[in-house]
């Protein structure tokens, strides 16, 4: 596999495809988006319909990589899917990522969706080409097409005994018909989807190359660091920059907004400038501190709201006519995204023009964002796309490239901007916050009849989220949200709302369950039996697929059966379409938890590349399990009181299970989520395996916090 | 500023730094090797490890001035062709997710094999504290034995010989 170490741009890919000699840019979708100014410059042997793919003439295969990387494995998985159905050696393909462009359609890393929404229309750029050489082949034989077959990179008259290789074709298959009807492979004779597949980048990862957003280095450019606001509620007033002045290697300081950027010419004198300069801040709103968001909470979790998020039935006179009613309050902190790469971005801004290069999952909103920040057109921005050091959502906001932006414009420079940890851990958009009110009505029969949650969470008025299991299986159930707004920004964190509820929802079950003195897997399996026959409102899960990974994960675990000092916990939970269902095993000595193995079962329709997605889940569960363990961010007066990895934990090594064992159910069905799913249920499968082993519900994250 | 003498990947370079520069901005900024990351600053993440001689070190939080004729090791310096032993290992269980923390996960690993050629899991757990975000720690511990099974074989790939310290003076 061949590398091409750097973002090229799709003009310049179309022009090295031609100075390669000609050759086809085939593709599938986006015809008319192809610029007439590329072909141009690109010249005429040129085909370009789309840029997904090329060939050429000396048999090189260039597949584009649309969305960003940000470790989901998409750089890899998405390539995979023009592979197979171009029939080719994935082993000779060069794989490129590519650079913000509308002939890509939408091209985000977020909502666990690439692999969910390009399925089929990557797959049919893939097979389009396909076909173009087939017929190529065809009219250089005079034999009909359908007599021709390909493989790995071939096409094949075998009546005839006659072969030419895609390279061979390439230069021929540009003038031929874009085929319409295509018909894609069938799944039995897929030979790259579905297998183990290695991370495209391994080689450049394991040798240390210069993949990354913070590697970038440009003729002129800046190291900056940044005076950020300490706390939330705080703006720049003034600053004096003497003292940073006189740093050698630093060689201006800017203000731009809120903060006051210090360029220089390596990062330690950018870092000591931006130390040495006296800024004072000023109050601008309120400062605010946990203990007062958890004070709100609490009141809000005893209001009904005026308008419930989803009400079936009566709740409230289930719970009144209740033979029994279990109440419980479960409540997480707020946690960082902390990706392993801090927060920078390269900007360029001069003449009216802007080039940026910088970890983002949103390149298209970068440009927007910045086109706005600088009041320039957007066809006057560039964004590149590196590899990323981490996303979790983090990247979904473009605070990164408009800083760098802002303080490139105003120093009339090029600059690397880059944050320290601590810069991170104060100018988060962190997961929200939460509390979540639960209870259930047990009737005269020892039934579940009613549900009823009031969920709160900061600057969330859709804390509960209201359509998940078990609604739809009960009579009566409601659920209520209450959102706190907070000037403490809050964003997307690796399934949002669901990393939170998910802990709730499915720990609250298992107390159910206990409560009626039920299996806690056969518990939700009868609930969902109820689902199926006697539905109650809409049930917006697939109640299959939820048992198939119930089934299977009983079945991994040997769930039921016990080893002495061994104790199991259960969760089911879908999310984006998936559905995953975590077995954890844990054994408590001396009061110290120890997570011995978890089992996951996954259904997330046809798995692309086994190795990716297994890691995936693994990933997930051992991050999901980290932050429910370890993590907990707090503020007082604004300010946040973790600034680094020595106050904020997270999971290592010496915690992680030494076995995550996972199986996906095996089907064709078009794949869903992958990058998200596995994690929302790890918090409750260990919190339900603590209860196993302690007698002891723990209600409040994180566990090591909240367990004596 | 002042002027500092350093081996590095069996190269000679001459910096002229300040002498509180931590050594991963001089290898950075200055020689260009971008491999060692930047995480946190303050040496609890282990994404800026480095070998000083046969020792992990973390180079965020070790000034350049320090650093004397210590032999310093990074990523790019690991092997000639990327087939260290613990580079196979990476790559044959497929650790990486997105990547960044790798490179100090990897260079950690070789400082523990040289201890300890034979890991056991709880000597993983005590010398592995290099934080991955993406949570790989599974594979990251399969891959650890997965190289002590290498590297005691002897048949696969071997760590590059120092070839003769060549004179380079950095530009930058």
């Not at chain 1, 009216?352 to 440009?367: F, H, I, N």
């Not at chain 1, 697939?542 to 089934?551: A, P, R, T």
């Not at chain 2, 600053?41 to 001035?65: F, H």
């Not at chain 2, 594979?139 to 590059?160: D, F, M, Q, Y």
């Amino acid at each position: 596999m061949k590398q091409v170490p750097t973002n090229i741009s799709r003009r310049h890919f179309l022009k090295i495809s031609t100075l390669t000699g000609g050759g086809i840019l085939l593709g599938f979708e986006l015809l008319a988006n192809a610029t007439p100014e590329a072909i141009a410059e690109a010249g005429a042997p040129v085909f370009a319909p789309n840029a997904y793919l090329s060939i050429d003439p000396q048999g090189i295969v260039t597949l584009m990589a649309p969305n960003p990387e940000i470790g989901q494995g998409v750089k890899t998985s998405l390539p995979m899917l023009l592979a197979e159905e171009l029939d080719i050696d994935w082993n000779k393909v060069v794989v490129t990522q590519a650079t913000l462009d509308k002939a890509y359609g939408n091209q985000v890393a977020g909502g666990s969706s690439s692999i969910r929404t390009r399925y089929e229309p990557i797959r049919k750029a893939g097979a389009t080409a396909r076909y173009m050489l087939i017929a190529a082949a065809a009219q250089t034989w005079n034999v009909p097409e359908q007599e021709c077959t390909t493989e790995n990179g071939w096409v094949l008259h075998k009546a005839g005994g006659k072969k030419l290789s895609y390279g061979e074709l390439a230069t021929k298959s540009a003038s031929m018909p874009v085929p319409e009807n295509i018909k894609l492979k069938d799944p039995k004779d897929f030979k790259i989807i579905g297998k183990r597949i290695k991370n495209i980048d391994n080689k450049q990862i394991l040798t240390g190359k210069p993949l990354f957003g913070i590697d970038t280095r440009r003729e002129g450019m800046f190291y900056t660091m940044v005076a950020r606001p300490p706390a939330f509620g705080k703006k720049l007033k003034s600053f004096d920059d003497t003292d940073a002045r006189k740093i050698p290697g630093v060689k201006n300081v800017v203000q731009a907004g809120n903060v006051v950027a210090v360029l220089a010419t390596n990062t330690w004198a950018a870092k000591k400038g931006r130390d040495a300069l006296k800024v004072v801040w000023e109050d601008d709103s309120k400062l605010e501190s946990t203990a007062e968001h958890r004070e709100a909470f609490t009141n809000f979790l005893q209001q009904k709201s005026e308008k419930p998020d989803r009400s079936d039935g009566d709740a409230e006179q289930s719970l009144a006519k209740a033979k029994k009613v279990i109440e419980a309050i479960y409540e997480v902190p707020i946690i960082a995204h902390a990706p392993m790469e801090p927060i920078n971005f390269f900007a360029d801004v001069r003449d009216g023009k802007a080039d940026l290069y910088g970890p983002t999952q949103v390149p298209g909103k970068v440009r927007s964002d910045v086109a706005k920040a600088l009041g320039i057109a957007e066809e006057n921005i560039t964004v590149g796309i590196p590899r990323q050091g981490g996303g979790f959502g983090r990247k979904l906001r473009s605070d990164n490239a408009v800083e760098a932006a802002l303080i490139s414009a105003a120093a009339k420079a090029p600059v690397q901007m880059l944050w320290t940890r601590e810069d991170d851990m104060q100018g988060d958009f962190y997961r929200p916050n939460g509390m979540y009110r639960y209870r259930a009505a047990i009737n005269e029969n020892n039934e579940l009849d009613g549900w009823y949650l009031i969920a709160t969470a900061l600057n969330s008025n859709r804390a509960a989220s209201s359509e998940n299991f078990p609604a739809g299986a009960l009579a009566n159930y409601r659920t209520d949200s209450h959102g706190l707004n907070s000037n403490i920004q809050t964003g997307p964190w690796r399934a949002p709302t669901h990393n939170a509820l998910a802990f709730a929802e499915q720990s609250f079950l298992d107390e159910i369950a206990h409560e009626l003195k039920k299996d806690p897997v056969a518990f939700r399996l009868e609930l969902l039996d109820h689902a199926k026959s006697n539905p109650v409102g809409k049930v917006s899960y697939d109640i299959e697929k939820f048992k198939s990974v119930i089934n299977l994960v009983s079945k991994m675990s040997n769930w039921g059966k016990n080893t002495p000092g061994r104790y199991k916990g259960f969760a089911a939970y879908y999310s984006f379409s998936t559905y995953v269902a975590e077995v954890a095993e844990i054994s408590m000595v001396n009061g110290k938890l120890k997570v011995h193995k978890v089992y996951a079962a996954v259904n997330c329709g046809q798995v692309v590349n086994m190795s990716g997605a297994e890691n995936q889940v693994q990933g997930a569960i051992v991050d999901g399990l980290g932050h429910a363990w370890f993590s907990e961010i707090t503020f007082d007066k604004g300010a946040v009181q973790q600034k680094n990895f020595n106050s904020y934990k997270l999971i290592h090594m010496q915690d992680a299970p030494p076995e995550v064992e996972v199986q996906f159910i095996a089907t064709n069905d078009a794949p869903t989520g992958l990058g998200e799913p596995g994690l929302p249920p790890i918090a409750a499968a260990v919190g339900n395996a603590i209860f196993a082993a302690t007698g002891k519900r723990v209600r409040k994250l994180p566990f090591n916090n909240n367990m004596s | 500023m002042a002027s500092y003498s350093l081996t590095v990947n069996n190269k000679k370079y001459t910096v002229d730094v300040l002498p509180d520069t931590p050594l991963l901005w001089v290898l950075r900024d200055e020689l260009n090797l971008v491999g060692t990351k930047f995480g946190c600053g303050i040496a609890q993440c282990g994404a800026c490890t480095v070998l000083m001689n046969d020792n992990a070190i973390r180079s965020c939080s070790y000034p350049v001035s320090a650093v004397g004729i210590n032999k310093i090791t990074t990523i790019e310096g690991l092997s000639e062709n990327g087939d260290h032993p613990v580079q196979q290992a990476w790559d044959e269980a497929d650790v990486p997710q997105c990547g960044y923390c790798q490179a100090g996960q990897v260079m950690a690993t070789v400082a523990l094999l040289k201890r300890k050629p034979h890991p056991t899991d709880e000597d993983i757990n005590a010398a592995m504290t290099n934080i991955c975000r993406c949570a790989t720690y599974v594979r990251i511990r399969k891959a650890v034995h997965l190289a002590a099974e290498k590297t005691n074989s002897g048949t696969n790939g071997k760590p590059s010989t120092s070839s003769a310290a060549k004179d380079h003076k950095a530009t930058f």
